[in-house]
Structure formats: structure tokens, C-alpha cells
């Protein structure tokens, strides 16, 4: 069965190609490379001992698509492309809204016109915006505060009154569309072979915490210390990207099962952990010195963010495996082979 993986080639769709492979689906990415390399295909390949399509393309491009839905029996698509820069996206809103809103439009059409009616879509947990109650439940309101989010959100809805629309007309083959939800993805595949590879400085905490572990920058910037939180620094629910993949592979698994319409559903933990943690975590494990400073707040961030997870395992039968030792032993095992990432 083939599954068509747009991104493919980025952090997260490299590690579901990997997951895709091993559970017995073949792979067809299609990824514009403006964020990635091909040698993380090559990587994958060589993990799995198994071929990946590769098509250079953009998601924008509907002549790329049709070609591709031509030339291979697609069953269900994952659709990873897409810029996510949250600093980014506040200095070139446009570009957010053409890659992330346009390119998902554009792909549903196309998939419509080739009767290919079950999508997983990458969302976020930035939709919650400023979450009012913790654990986050997929029925919690809704906002965003910068064009990111707020693309995530708009395909989100879009995507919903694509599935309405479509019931309406009584068609025989109903949308399956999984809206998933990432908390904060971390750590690489165990191999070392596949990782996150940032450009430039990282705006993320782990990667940051990696390239100074690893001598690249010279210590962390802690952003707040007196938030409401067990050490005044930030919490998130760090999600190891293996589990994360397995998520996506679960999602298709379900929908081929007969999960119809549309389900929003996180795939996070559960736990939260402070920054202080997380950076603890990576020296215990690592026996590597992370040297940080406190430093004022950075604009737009929450105090705390964590999931509630249990909507993924009743609908996917997914829960996370990967404790906070693996993410930081992982990410670090990525880091130190790769100290400048796939170049
Ligand atoms: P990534 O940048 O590593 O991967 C995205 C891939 O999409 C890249 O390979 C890039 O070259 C490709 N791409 C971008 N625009 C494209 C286009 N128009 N057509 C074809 N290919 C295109 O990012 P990632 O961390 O793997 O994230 C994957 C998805 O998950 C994104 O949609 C992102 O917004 C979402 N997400 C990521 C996080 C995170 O923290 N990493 C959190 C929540 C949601
Ligand atoms: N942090 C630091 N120093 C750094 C980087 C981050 O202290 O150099 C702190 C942040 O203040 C925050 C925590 O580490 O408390 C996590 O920050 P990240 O930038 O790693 O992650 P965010 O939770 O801010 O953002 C992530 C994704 C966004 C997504 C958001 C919500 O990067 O794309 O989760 O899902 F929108």
C-alpha cells in the first residue's frame, strides 16, 4: 500500500518514513527542499534496507500532484510540507499563508479529483494559544497568536468544511482526515542516522541545548524564570519523534480501519517538564555540561503547555513509549555523529 508523504524529506516525515517502511507501506515524497536534503531519503533507505519514491515538487504545484496520483496507487497522504518558523512567520506572513494554507487547499484538490479521501495533517498545540486549563483536551477553545498558528488553525477549519461539504453530497467514499496535533517533538531515530537538522541558530530548545553540548554555541539563554511554573522556566511535553511517527502510521491504520470524518487528536505525553529539566535531563544522561543564563521572557511564550493523550488511544490505539532519557540520549547520539547535521 502506498502512502504519499509531502515533506517527506524534513524532520518529523523522515522518521514516519521510516515507521511507514517497517510496517510494511511503501513511501512516495514529494518535498521542495526548502528546508531539507535528500540525503535524509538516503538515510532512511539505508535504516530500512528499503527504496522511498522521491519526487522534488511543491505541494503548490498541482501538475506535481497529478503526475504523482498518475503514476502511483496512492491509498492515504500525510501532509507534512510546510514552513514553521514561528519568528518567521510574523516577519513574512504571506509566504506562511501561501505554503501552509494554499499547499493544503491546493492538496485536497487534488486528491479530491483522484478520489483519495484519507489525509493525516501535521497541526500544532500552538492552536490552544494561551491554554486556559491544563491538560489540553482536544475540545478546549481554540486561538493563535502569530501567522503560524494561525495557518495551522485555518487549515484546520478548512479541512472541516471540506469533510461537511462533502457529506452533504451523500458521496459513497467519506472523507478520513486525522488533524494531529504535535506537542513538542524531540530526540532522533536510535540509529543516529536521522535527526533534526536546523538552519542557522535554533529558535527550539532542544536543538539549542544540543549544538551547546556539542561546542557549536557557547550557552543556553534560559527565557524566564518566574513563570507559575515548578522552577519559574517554561513547560512543554516533550515527544520523542519516533513515537510521534508511530502516531502518523497508527493514524492511517486507523482510517483504513474505518476512522471516518474528521478527528482532532494530540499526540503529546502527557507530562510536562520545565526547561530546567529538560536541561538537566541531557546532562545526567549525557555527562555533558549544558551552561545556560537566565534571561528575560521571549515575546508570545506560554507558561505551560501539556497534553492530555487519551483521545489518541482510544481512536489510534497510540500512546508515547519513549521516556525523557531517550529524547535526550537520542537527540544527543544525532548531534555529536552529525555536528553539522546532513552536510
Ligand atoms: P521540516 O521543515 O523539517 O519539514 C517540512 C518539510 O516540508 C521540509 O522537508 C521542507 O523542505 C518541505 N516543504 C516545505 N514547504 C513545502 C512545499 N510547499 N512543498 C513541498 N515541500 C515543502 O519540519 P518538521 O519539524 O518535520 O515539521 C513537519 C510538519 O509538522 C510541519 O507542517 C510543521 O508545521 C508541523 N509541526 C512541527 C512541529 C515541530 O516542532 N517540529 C510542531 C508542530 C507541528
Ligand atoms: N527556550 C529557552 N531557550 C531557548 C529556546 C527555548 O529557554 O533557546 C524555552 C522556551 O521559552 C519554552 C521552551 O524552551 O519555554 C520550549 O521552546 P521551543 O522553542 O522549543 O518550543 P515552543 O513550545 O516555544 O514551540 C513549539 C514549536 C512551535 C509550536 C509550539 C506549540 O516550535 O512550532 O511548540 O506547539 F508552535
Known amino acids: 500500500m502506498k502512502i504519499l508523504v509531502t515533506g517527506g524529506a524534513g524532520y518529523i516525515g523522515s522518521h514516519t518514513c521510516v515507521e511507514l517502511l517497517n510496517s510494511g507501506f511503501e513511501a512516495v515524497v514529494v518535498d521542495n527542499l526548502s528546508n531539507s536534503k535528500t540525503e535524509s531519503i538516503s538515510r532512511v533507505e539505508k535504516i530500512t534496507g528499503k527504496n522511498i519514491t522521491f519526487v522534488q515538487g511543491d505541494v503548490r504545484d498541482r501538475e506535481c500532484l497529478q503526475t504523482v496520483f498518475k503514476a502511483h496507487d496512492i491509498t492515504a497522504v500525510i501532509h507534512f510540507a510546510g514552513l514553521k518558523a514561528v519568528g518567521e512567520s510574523c516577519e513574512q506572513p504571506l509566504s506562511y499563508y501561501d505554503n501552509n494554507v494554499y499547499g493544503s487547499i491546493v492538496l485536497a484538490q487534488e486528491m479530491e479529483k483522484a478520489n483519495i479521501k484519507k489525509l493525516v495533517f501535521s497541526s500544532s498545540a500552538t492552536v490552544y494559544g494561551d491554554p486556559e486549563k491544563l491538560p489540553l483536551t482536544e475540545d478546549m477553545p481554540l486561538s493563535t497568536t502569530n501567522p503560524y498558528g494561525t495557518s495551522k488553525l485555518m487549515v484546520e477549519n478548512i479541512y472541516r468544511d471540506l469533510e461537511v461539504a462533502d457529506k452533504l453530497k451523500d458521496s459513497n467514499s467519506p472523507w478520513a482526515i486525522s ?48 513563570y507559575p511554573t515548578i522552577d519559574g522556566t517554561g513547560v512543554r511535553d516533550y515527544i520523542h519523534v519516533v513515537d510521534l511517527a508511530k502516531g502518523h502510521v497508527k493514524a492511517v491504520q486507523a482510517m483504513l480501519g474505518g476512522l471516518s470524518g474528521v478527528n482532532a487528536i494530540n499526540l503529546g505525553t502527557g507530562n510536562g517538564l520545565s526547561v530546567l529539566q529538560l536541561v538537566k535531563a541531557f546532562e545526567e544522561q549525557n555527562e555533558k555540561p ?14 505551560a503547555c501539556y497534553a492530555d493523550a487519551k483521545k489518541a488511544k482510544a481512536l489510534l490505539d497510540w500512546q508515547a513509549e519513549l521516556d525523557v532519557n531517550a529524547m535526550v540520549k537520542d537527540s544527543w547520539h544525532w548531534q555529536s555523529k552529525n555536528p553539522n547535521g546532513y552536510e
Not at 496535533?181 to 538552519?199: C, K, M, Q, T, W
Not at 549544558?290 to 507558561?303: L, Y
Open 179 to 226: 488533524l494531529l496535533r504535535y506537542f513538542n517533538p524531540v530526540g532522533a531515530h536510535e540509529s543516529g542516522l536521522i535527526g533534526e537538522d536546523p538552519n542557522g541558530i535554533p529558535n527550539n530548545l532542544m536543538p539549542y541545548i544540543s549544538q551547546v553540548a556539542v561546542g557549536k554555541l557557547q550557552q543556553l539563554s534560559v527565557f524566564g524564570s518566574d
Open 290 to 303: 549544558v551552561p545556560f543564563k537566565m534571561v528575560a521572557r521571549r515575546s508570545g511564550d506560554v507558561a
